[in-house]
Antibody, heavy 120, light 107 residues
Framework: QITLKESGPTLVKPTQTLTLTCTFSGFSLSTSGVGVGWIRQPPGKALEWLALIYWDDDKRYSPSLKSRLTITKGTSKNQVVLTMTNMDPVDTATYYC????????????WGQGTLVTVSS | DIQMTQSPSSVSASVGDRVTITCRASQRISTWLAWYQQKPGKAPKLLIYAVSSLQSGVPSRFSGSGSGTDFTLTISSLQAEDFATYYCQQASSFPHTFGQGTKLEIK
């Protein structure tokens, strides 16, 4: 079965760079039609779509955050890494990764999420 | 970006009730519309994709409809486990934006 899990720091300081890793199983990011996306959710607020990487290494970003985001395949075949530069307290949120079906872009499997707090 | 607006923002209902949540896109999105359910402290769960296709394992009391810019999620007979927050999401163009959510509460 497909599972995903996010990992990374729980606390970062303002201006620092956040690096999150999504480790997955049950699918391969080398398989045509597969993608992994990142979504975040500030406490008590709505979901925000961040970025997506496809099996062919095509990448898409939220325009409002594009200058700060980088999504890559990890050194392990079952990992995707998201980096966000110049962190600010407003970036405090639970960050989720999800399996994306390329055919209809549905986010059909999600990780449990990881809460990242930005504070000095 | 395409703006997704859900209504109502919150709704109170009783077990057994029929509930409808509406999602409006700021431009036409064809059938690129999904619905997610989120319970407190948990990740969202996909309910419906491509407007009306039920994700595997999701009860048939959930249904979706609509086209163009206006879409609805209907729960035909509320169960206790359905009380949660619901989000729509468009996948017509990047970024794949979400609505602000509709909180379904017990009356």
């Amino acid at each position: 079965q497909i599972t995903l899990k996010e990992s990374g720091p729980t606390l970062v300081k303002p201006t620092q760079t956040l690096t999150l890793t999504c480790t997955f199983s049950g699918f391969s990011l080398s398989t045509s039609g597969v993608g992994v996306g990142w979504i975040r959710q500030p406490p008590g607020k709505a979901l925000e779509w961040l970025a997506l990487i496809y099996w062919d290494d095509d990448k898409r970003y939220s325009p409002s955050l594009k200058s700060r985001l980088t999504i890559t395949k990890g050194t392990s075949k079952n990992q995707v890494v998201l980096t966000m530069t110049n962190m600010d307290p407003v970036d405090t949120a639970t960050y989720y990764c999800a399996h994306v079906d390329y055919g209809d872009f549905r986010l059909d499997y999600w990780g449990q999420g990881t809460l990242v707090t930005v504070s000095s | 970006d395409i703006q997704m607006t859900q209504s109502p923002s919150s709704v109170s209902a009783s077990v057994g009730d029929r509930v409808t949540i509406t999602c409006r896109a700021s431009q036409r999105i064809s059938t690129w519309l999904a619905w997610y359910q989120q319970k407190p402290g948990k990740a969202p769960k996909l309910l419906i994709y491509a407007v009306s296709s039920l994700q595997s394992g999701v009860p048939s009391r959930f249904s979706g409809s609509g086209s163009g810019t206006d879409f609805t999620l209907t729960i035909s007979s509320l169960q206790a486990e359905d009380f949660a927050t619901y989000y729509c999401q468009q996948a017509s163009s990047f970024p794949h934006t979400f609505g602000q959510g509709t909180k379904l509460e017990i009356k």
